[in-house]
């Protein structure tokens, strides 16, 4: 069964970076789009990063509030997707999730990360 792998709790201070990994299994990560999304304790849902498939090259775009800070980027051999977060802030403080939506071939096909909670403090 395919399913996508992101989890865990991380702890970072105002102004570090951090990493993080969605790993697809089961799956191929070439035919889906992939999105990263962060919710904040009470708040709604939202779109933070997207990369596309490799049929468009991978394009991607980023919410305002993390353009110049956070880079998203796949590795094709390794099936992963990663978002980059640097000079993080408080009110990055949020849970994050990885969501793989399948075009072409893998149209329809949907599946989401369960999540890995992002803590920015001192």
């Known amino acids: 069964q395919a399913h996508v792998v992101e989890s865990g709790v991380v702890l970072v201070q105002p102004g570090g970076s951090l990493r993080l990994s969605c790993a697809a299994s089961?799956?191929?990560?070439?035919?889906?789009?992939i999105r990263w999304y962060c919710q904040a304790s009470g708040s709604e849902r939202e779109l933070v990063a997207v990369?596309?498939?490799?049929?468009?090259?991978?394009?991607?775009n980023y919410a305002d509030s993390v353009k110049c800070r956070f880079t998203i980027s796949r590795d094709n051999a390794k099936n992963t997707v990663y978002l980059q977060m640097n000079s993080l802030k408080p009110d990055d403080t949020a849970v994050y999730y990885c969501?793989?939506?399948?075009?072409?071939?893998?149209?329809?096909?949907?599946?989401w990360g369960q999540g890995t909670q992002v803590i920015v403090s001192s």
């Open positions: 089961g799956v191929t990560f070439n035919n889906y789009v």
């Open positions: 990369i596309g498939s490799i049929h468009t090259g991978s394009s991607t």
């Open positions: 969501n793989a939506q399948g075009v072409r071939g893998a149209a329809g096909k949907d599946y």
